[in-house]
C-alpha cells in the first residue's frame, strides 16, 4: 500500500518572497506539496520552478470556477508553472495540494497536477508540463508581485509506491521492469534500507589522448563480460542494511601534448569503486615524434590501455587489465608520419595503424542494455568504455573512437560525459581529447 512520508515543512515567521525545497530525496514515486499561504500585500499568482531551470521548458493547462461562472487558460514555453489561476490572497488563507508525478524518474517528462482554493476566489485545477528527463532534486515557489505572508505553511511529502518503492538511497534513482536503479554521475553513498543483493556497473574514467588514442577506463559489471575472451561476469554483490557504501566516478584522464619538443603523453583516468569493486582508469595514449624525431614518452597501461606510437622499439603497446579492458593498439610504424594506434576498450583491442599512413581505430566497449535501458546516460546504445582513435603527425586522421563514448582521432575529440571512453588522439603540435568520465550503476529487484 502507498504510504506518504513526511520530508520537510517550512513555516514562515516573516514574509519571504520564494520558498525552497532542495536535496529532495529519491527514493519515493512521486512527491506531494501541501500549502496553506497568505499573501504579504497584493493578491498575487503562485509560480514554481525545478532545478534551477529558468528556460522555456514549462508549460500549463487551467480550469477554474468561482461558483457563477468558469474560464480556462493555457500557456506553454513558459519559464515556470503557474499553479493558481485567481491569486493568493492578503485577507483569508489559500490552499494548495500539488503532485509531481514520476519526479525521480530520469527518462521522462515531468507531470504536475495543483488544485488550490480560496474563499474570495473559488478553485484552480492545473496541469503542468516541465519538458526534462532530469529528476527533480529541488524547486522554488514564488509569488508575482509580493511575498509570501508570515505563517504560510509547506509541507511536502514522499509516495511510496507499494512493489515500486526504492530499497536504497543514494544517486539518481529510477524504477522500470521490477528493479530499481541507482545511477552515480559523480561520487557519493550508497545506503541500503534493507539487507539486498544487488548487480552493478561500474566504469572508471578514460585516459587521455595523445599521439595515440586514450585507452577506455575499465569496467566491471556483473551482466555482461568484459574485458578478455570470454570475458569476465561478476558475481552480485550482498549488502547489510544502513551501511554507507561508497559509490567513486572516476575524472577522465587530460589530453596530451603530442608532436612536439614539449610532449605529453595522454593522461591515465581516475579510478571507480563501489564497494569492495574497482575497476581502473584508461591509460593515456603515447606521444609521438615531431620532425626532428625527438624522443616519445611511451604510452600508459590501466584498465584498458592506451595507444602506442612512435618509440624505441616497435611492437610496445599499453596494456590492459584482465577482465577489465583490453589492449591498445600497437607501435608498428616509426617513420613519418608516426601514425599513432587507438586505445584500447572494454570489449576490443585499440587497432594498430592499418598502414604507415593512416592511424588506428579506437577499441569498442560493450553494450550493457540491462543497466543502461533506464537512465538518460550512456552514448551509442548502451555501450560504455570505448578506446580513443589514434592521431598522425601532419595529417588528418580519419581513425574513429570505439562504440561507447571514445573520442575521434585527428580532431583531439574528447571522450563522451559518464562513458569511460578514451580520448581522441592529436594530428599535429596540439592537446589529444581528454578521456570520459566514469559512471557507477546499481540494480536490485523491488
Known amino acids: ?44 499568482n503562485m509560480d514554481i520552478s525545478f532545478n534551477s531551470d529558468t528556460g522555456a521548458n514549462y508549460s500549463r493547462t487551467r480550469l477554474t470556477g468561482d461558483g457563477s ?133 561500474v566504469v572508471a574514467g578514460g585516459g587521455g589522448g595523445s599521439a595515440g588514442g586514450g585507452g577506455a577506463g575499465g569496467l566491471r559489471s556483473t551482466v555482461t563480460a568484459s574485458g578478455g575472451s570470454p570475458g569476465t561476469v561478476e558475481t552480485a554483490l550482498s549488502l547489510k542494511a544502513g551501511i554507507t557504501y561508497p559509490a567513486i566516478v572516476g575524472a577522465g584522464g587530460a589530453g596530451g601534448i603530442s608532436y612536439s619538443a614539449g610532449q605529453v603523453r595522454g593522461g591515465t583516468g581516475g579510478n571507480s569503486v563501489f564497494s569492495t569493486i574497482a575497476s581502473l582508469g584508461g591509460g593515456g595514449g603515447g606521444s609521438g615524434a615531431d620532425q626532428n624525431q625527438t624522443s616519445p614518452l611511451a604510452v600508459l597501461s590501466g584498465g584498458s590501455g592506451g595507444g602506442a606510437t612512435y618509440s624505441s622499439g616497435q611492437g610496445n603497446y599499453g596494456a590492459g587489465t584482465t577482465g ?76 574513429t573512437g570505439g562504440l561507447g563514448g571514445g573520442g575521434n582521432g585527428g580532431t583531439s575529440t574528447n571522450a563522451v560525459t559518464n562513458t569511460g571512453g578514451g580520448g581522441g588522439g592529436v594530428a599535429n603540435a596540439a592537446q589529444g581529447g581528454n578521456g570520459g568520465s566514469g559512471i557507477v550503476i546499481i540494480r536490485y529487484a523491488l
Open 324 to 399: 577489465q579492458g583490453f589492449n591498445g593498439g600497437a607501435d608498428i610504424f616509426d617513420d613519418p608520419p608516426y601514425p599513432g594506434a587507438g586505445g584500447g576498450g572494454a570489449g576490443q583491442v585499440g587497432q594498430n595503424p592499418p598502414n604507415g599512413s593512416a592511424a588506428g581505430n579506437g577499441g569498442n566497449g560493450v553494450q550493457i542494455t540491462a543497466l543502461a535501458t533506464p537512465t538518460s546516460t550512456g552514448a551509442n546504445s548502451g555501450y560504455y568504455a570505448g578506446g580513443g582513435g589514434g592521431g598522425i603527425y601532419g595529417a588528418a586522421s580519419t581513425a
Open 69 to 201: 461562472g468558469t474560464s480556462s487558460a493555457r500557456a506553454s514555453s513558459q519559464t515556470s508553472i503557474r499553479l493558481t489561476g485567481d491569486g493568493i490572497v492578503t485577507t483569508g488563507r489559500s490552499n494548495h495540494l500539488i503532485q509531481l508525478m514520476n519526479y525521480s524518474n530520469a527518462t521522462t517528462f515531468k507531470t504536475v497536477l495543483a488544485r488550490a482554493n480560496n474563499t474570495a476566489y473559488g478553485l484552480d485545477a492545473v496541469v503542468g508540463l516541465y519538458r526534462s528527463t532530469s529528476a527533480i532534486t529541488s524547486f522554488v515557489l514564488t509569488l508575482t508581485a509580493s511575498d509570501f505572508g508570515s505563517g504560510s505553511t509547506f509541507s511536502l511529502y514522499g509516495i511510496a509506491g507499494g512493489q515500486y518503492t526504492a530499497k536504497a538511497s543514494g544517486g539518481i534513482v529510477t524504477t522500470s521492469g521490477g528493479y530499481a536503479y541507482h545511477t552515480f554521475l559523480t561520487s557519493g553513498g550508497f545506503i541500503p534500507s534493507q539487507d539486498l543483493t544487488v548487480d552493478y556497473l
Open 1 to 44: 500500500m502507498s504510504t506518504y512520508t513526511p520530508i520537510a515543512t517550512q513555516t514562515l515567521g516573516s514574509a519571504a518572497a520564494s520558498v525552497t525545497f532542495s536535496s529532495i530525496p529519491q527514493g519515493y514515486t512521486d512527491l506531494v506539496l501541501v500549502i496553506n499561504s497568505v499573501a504579504a500585500s497584493s493578491t498575487n
